[in-house]
């Protein structure tokens, strides 16, 4: 009975949104409020309907009811619990479930929280949302229901594929989709502001909060899946270029970039044609990362879709929405009366510099990920764009993005003086030379590149501080007003800086572990030691275990520095019966920001047992970084400016809202 109530709240939640994708539409063409209104409590109900219809799965799921089909594919009784709760997004039916109950909690967000948007706007909004729900509602309810009952209940499932029973899926793929889905606000907000014709600052401090969150939670959730890979797949590295990888990668270049243009458009009414832009192509490229997870045109261990007809029912969706949006950007947008003029050298310039390089940066990606997809698919050849060509053509993009990093917060807006700049920065620049000076003097010449990333990583972040100092006039007025000027200073002044430096100190991380890293491959009988950067690694024997639903196969491994036992690492191998598969769990021993890496291969004949051992220095910074870059954006995001958005006049009486007063002629 319950997938029957799972399944029967979710045809309840494609009828709202369809109701929520045409009245307060048409409402906002006629003009009347109690049509527009429609769209708060159908996007709140929406909600309810498929957060009831995701607790129905999940209910299947820990009851291991294998009568849905669903579950059994992906399910086994044995399976710990937490395991059944991410077993529920771990599957095609499932994710797409989440990825609507996510794009449902958006919608239901803006229904509640945006109080402040004009009733016009927001009546326009909740209707592009409803109209992106009623797609993927119908997607799933079509060709990927995740309620479909079988005639005759195995006694048991199939289990869960084994290389996502591990605790990183219950928080990387939530998290992906919260940013994938997150940027259907901004672009909601595109469409709804090409519709009215009415693109200001105040628009850009609306649409901000959202993109903003959005941002943050794509930034931890690309980290999760870094890191998950790192220690999951028992390869040792933190980025393989995949493509499912670069899907991601692709809207999180896209995001951050129109979190930059906004800027310039709330604080100089500037770079609005191209900030409308950016909000259409960074949900487009979430929903282009989609096609690719979901269609099955990749084979990827992300990925779960085989059956053709859902590629081609996603195709459909993109063509609609990302060619209907960019076609009524290139209808509307010419219109649109053009923003405030600055000067190269000026804050805004610094910006647009920025933007420059992250849409470049973006479309490498897209080249190198898609372009072997359509030769195949045109001719038949197969061709594989690998790491060599992103990282020759991706890494130089970003040196001089980071160089411009600390020049952009300290440029007055409209006209700068990058001289006073440069002058201002000089302790920056002694930072990063020194850094570089001691990366040489520490690791020698041999590797000429890692040690200016370092310098540059030092130069960012002395920047960011820097730029904090100048704000409050530290070392230039008393010590109590400088306080009292850090107390005032807006939140989001501190969350750039913070997310600025730890851009700079992932780039310390991808320096050194690529660099420095070392790595060894050694078969060892029991008993026999092997070095590596310092370390002894001994070898003490193999156990069995029964695991919940697999068993165990450990090495036993003893870790000395200096003849002093620091550590015991046991790599493993886990058999699942039901799947019939193997994975490989690594063993780690963190050493500050360093780590040393265990992965466990074959036994062989004469009983010795094969290992991967690697010495990754501060390889940690990686993903610290990506924390202080999230941690950076929530700061900015609790900053009461952005929470409240854009303050009505006080003291005068709000006019009715000209539909279309901001459409003219572009001059």
């Given amino acids: 009975m319950i997938p029957e109530i799972g399944h029967y709240a979710l045809v309840l939640a494609l009828a709202l949104a369809i109701i929520q994708a045409t009245v307060p539409l048409y409402g906002a063409i006629k003009r009347d409020g109690a049509l527009m209104q429609l769209g708060t409590s159908t996007a709140v109900m929406q909600f309810v309907f498929v957060a009831g219809s995701f607790a129905a799965l999940t209910a299947s799921y820990v009851m291991s009811d294998f009568s849905v089909v669903n579950v059994f594919e992906n399910s086994h009784s044995m399976m710990p619990l937490v395991y059944k709760f991410t077993s529920v997004w771990g599957n095609h039916e ?37 109209w992106i729900a009623c797609s993927f509602y119908v997607f ?38 919260l940013g994938y889905v997150g940027f259907s606000i901004a672009f909601s907000f595109a469409i709804a502001a090409l519709i009215e014709g009415r693109i200001d600052a105040a628009w850009a401090r609306w649409v901000r909060p959202w993109t903003l969150a959005a941002w943050m939670f794509l930034t931890v959730g690309i980290a999760m899946g870094s890191y998950w890979a790192y220690y999951e797949l028992g390869w040792g590295g933190f980025w393989f270029w995949d493509p499912v990888e670069n899907a991601s990668l692709m809207p999180w270049l896209a995001g951050t970039a129109l979190l930059h243009s906004a800027v310039v458009m709330e604080k100089r009414n500037a770079l609005k044609i191209w900030t409308i832009l950016l909000a259409i192509l960074a949900f487009s490229l979430s929903l282009i990362g989609t096609f690719l997870v979901r269609s099955g045109v990749l084979t990827s261990v992300h990925s779960f879709a085989e059956d053709p007809r859902r590629g081609v029912f996603i195709l459909g969706i993109l063509v609609l929405f990302i060619g209907g949006g960019l076609s009524l950007f290139a209808w509307r947008a010419p219109l649109l009366r053009q923003g405030g003029l600055f000067a190269p050298v000026s804050r805004e310039g610094a910006l647009v510099f920025n933007n420059l390089f992250l849409t470049t940066a973006c479309l490498t990606v897209f080249v190198g990920t898609l372009y072997p997809l359509a030769l195949e698919a045109l001719n038949g050849e197969k061709i594989s764009v690998g790491a060599p060509f992103f990282n020759l053509t991706f890494a130089p993009l970003f040196i001089p993005l980071m160089f411009a990093m600390p020049f952009g917060t300290l440029l007055a807006w409209k006209r700068g003086d990058i001289l006073g700049v440069a002058q201002r920065l000089m302790t920056a620049f002694a930072a990063g030379i020194v850094a570089i000076a001691v990366t040489f003097a520490a690791a020698g010449v041999e590797h000429m590149l890692a040690p200016f990333a370092i310098g540059l990583a030092f130069f960012v972040i002395v920047g960011a501080l820097v730029d904090l100092a100048e704000r409050i006039a530290l070392f230039r007025a008393p010590p109590a007003t400088s306080w009292s000027r850090a107390r005032g200073l807006p939140r989001s002044a501190w969350g750039t800086a913070i997310a600025h430096a730890g851009v700079a100190v992932t780039l310390i991380g991808i320096a050194a572990a690529s660099t420095w890293g070392t790595e ?33 196969l450990a090495g036993k491994f003893t870790l000395r520095q200096g003849g002093q036992v620091v550590g015991i690492l046991e790599p493993s191998k886990r058999t699942f019966g039901a799947r019939g598969m193997t994975t490989t769990e690594a063993a780690l021993k963190s050493q500050g920001a360093s780590q040393l890496y265990l992965s466990l291969g074959d036994t062989n004949d004469d009983g010795s047992v094969a290992i991967r051992f690697y010495y990754k220095p501060l390889v940690l910074l990686i993903w610290i ?15 009461r400016r952005l929470r409240v958005g854009a303050p009505k006049p006080a003291g005068k009486t709000a006019k009715p809202a000209n539909p279309t007063p901001d459409l003219q002629p572009a001059e």
């Fill in 140 to 177: 799933i309810l079509l060709t990927s229901n995740p309620f479909l009952r079988m005639a005759r209940p195995p006694l048991e499932g199939r289990d869960l594929n084994p290389i996502l029973q591990d605790p990183g899926l219950a928080i990387h793929p939530p998290l992906l989709y």
């Fill in 94 to 130: 499932g994710s797409m479930l989440l990825w609507v109950l996510i794009l449902a909690v958006f919608g239901a967000a803006v229904a509640i929280f945006g109080t402040n948007l004009p009733v016009t706007l927001k009546a326009n909004v909740l209707a592009v949302q409803g």
């Fill in 625 to 639: 970084g990506a924390v202080i870059m999230a941690l950076g954006g929530a700061l900015s995001l609790s900053d």
């Fill in 520 to 552: 060894r491959i050694v078969a060892l009988k029991e008993g026999q030691t092997t070095t590596l950067s310092g370390y002894a690694l001994t070898f003490d024997g193999m156990v069995q275990r029964a695991g919940p639903n697999f068993r165990v």
